[in-house]
């Protein structure tokens, strides 16, 4: 292929993953959107959930972020969380507490233990 | 033994154990630096990805958010003062302490009054003992912050901001914190985060840096690579591509801005962990030096004692002898 992204993954303290992609799926308030090589400049919001990029080894890498931005200019894509997790890093366990104990910490940090839950349980 | 010799004897024994102490503390500060230092290097692709966002946004938005744009008369400043939770670090806090209470005054000189905000157990006991009421205390953390440490009191300072001044609330965010230049440079700054400003300020106070945005409405055509640089922004000279904003430029900047002062707010602290640990390791060096002397003199001093007893010891017995044998010859 003759064109692919760059693509990092970023939370507020970590660099999460980085690497090359095909495609990357992400959330936001208004829809999922799907980005592939070319695509024009967007800046957009994301909300708490999931975020699939593929890579051109053509493994599925997911990643839960707690909302956050999503940057794409000349086939980069910058992915900006405050908190992200790859999939394989979430414990489903202590991910299923979180979310119980989360109940009463208000909705951001509901939502991220929903969205972490989410995503541990689909891989 | 004599009383002298012994007491000589107990007070290397202590100073040799206080060596001991210090040293280990050296060592662990050295390694904490290294990892304050990973810390802020793990931080940094997020700043950077961050601030160009923020610019991106912030040259098609309106701006007439107050973290954007600042009023005409600020009449009250939060001023977040950075200190240590623990000691053993020299004059690390008392540095950070007397830069902003520099700043304070100077703020006060404009008619403003100042909340302090403090990070660290030091600065809490400081401004508690002297009266002074405080906006907020963050204790717990200062050698090891966390993202959620600084999420929190960014929360704090936005909240104020957002509050009218009537109401409580204040019209700018300054911060004081120390600078990492190297191991054995450290600096304490003040500066302005919010409104956010770019170009340089006069005031000697002030080192030019923080911000990514200016906030004056002749810069919107301006292309926004700005040059004052603390992000590792300033390789960056092209201009910035035309994004499309989903949902909207205004919402986007909106949901930005806190998350660009909590970047904002933990790069600084990790840059304090930084510096107080180098602090540390600074002053517990100088403690080791200084007990390894005192070790050095003790220890002549002890051994003089012991030649003066035995000495004293062979006078007495040669004297003995003498006095024996000319009692024998009577």
């Given amino acids: 292929m003759a064109e692919e992204l760059n693509v990092e993954v970023v939370a507020a303290d970590r660099q999460v993953w980085s690497g090359t992609a095909s495609i990357v799926i992400a959330r936001t308030p208004e829809g999922e959107i799907g980005i592939m090589p070319g695509h024009e400049p967007v800046l957009g919001l994301l909300v708490a959930g999931a975020v699939t990029v593929r890579s051109t080894s053509g493994e599925a890498v997911v990643v ?21 997790e790859l999939a394989g890093e979430i414990d489903t366990a ?7 104990a989360a109940e009463d910490d208000g909705e951001g940090a509901r939502r991220w233990a929903q969205a972490r839950l989410d995503v541990a349980s689909s891989r | 033994m004599g009383a002298q010799l012994r007491e000589l004897r107990q007070r290397i024994r202590s100073v040799e154990s206080i060596k001991k102490i210090t040293r280990a503390q050296e060592l662990i500060a050295t390694s904490r630096i290294a990892r ?39 009449r009250r400043s939060a001023v977040l003062v950075v200190t240590s939770d623990g000691g053993f670090a020299g004059a690390y806090s008392a540095n950070v302490i007397r830069q902003s209470e520099a700043l304070s005054g100077l703020l006060r000189d404009q008619g403003q009054e100042t909340v302090p905000y403090v990070v660290g157990k030091k600065g809490v006991t400081w401004f508690r003992f002297r009266g002074r ?10 050698g090891k912050p966390s993202y959620a440490d600084a999420r929190r009191i960014a929360d704090d300072l936005l909240e104020a901001i957002n509050t009218p001044t009537e109401e ?21 700054r003040a500066r302005r985060l919010f409104p956010i400003m770019v170009e340089e300020v006069p005031d ?25 640089s603390s992000n590792g922004r300033g ?35 990790l840059d304090a962990a930084a510096s107080e640990w180098a602090a540390r390791r600074r002053a517990m060096k100088n403690a080791t030096d200084n007990a390894g002397e005192l070790q050095e003199t003790l220890t002549r ?16 017995i040669v004297g003995g002898a003498d006095a024996l044998a000319a009692a024998g010859s009577e």
């Avoid at chain 2, 990805?49 to 040259?59: D, N």
């Avoid at chain 2, 009421?133 to 200062?142: R, V």
């Avoid at chain 2, 609330?169 to 304490?188: K, P, Y």
Wanted: proline share 4%; net charge negative; no cysteine.
């Fill in chain 2, 204 to 228: 000697e106070l002030y080192h030019a840096e923080a911000g990514a945005v200016r906030g004056d409405a002749e810069s919107q055509s301006a292309p926004a690579a700005s040059a004052s």
């Fill in chain 1, 64 to 84: 839960a972020v707690s909302g956050g931005f999503l940057s794409v200019s000349e086939n980069h894509i910058a992915i900006l969380a405050e908190q992200a």
């Fill in chain 2, 168 to 188: 409580g609330g204040v019209d700018e965010i300054h911060i004081v914190s120390t600078h990492f230049r190297n191991m054995v440079t450290q600096e304490v």
């Fill in chain 1, 94 to 100: 202590e991910a299923e507490a979180e979310l119980a």
């Fill in chain 2, 36 to 74: 304050a230092q990973q810390y802020a290097e793990a931080a940094r692709p997020y700043s950077r990805a961050l601030v160009t966002a923020m610019e991106a946004a912030a040259e098609r938005a309106r701006l007439d958010n107050p973290l954007l744009e600042g009023v005409e008369e600020p």
């Fill in chain 2, 235 to 269: 390789e960056r000279s092209e201009v910035l591509p035309l994004y499309e904003f989903e949902p909207s430029a205004d919402e986007v900047l909106d949901a930005l801005l806190p998350q660009y002062a909590g970047n904002l707010v933990y790069t600084a602290l």
């Fill in chain 2, 133 to 142: 009421e405080l906006g907020g205390d963050y204790q717990g953390f200062t």
């Fill in chain 2, 301 to 316: 001093q002890s051994n003089s004692a012991r030649q003066a007893e035995i000495t004293q010891e062979i006078s007495e």
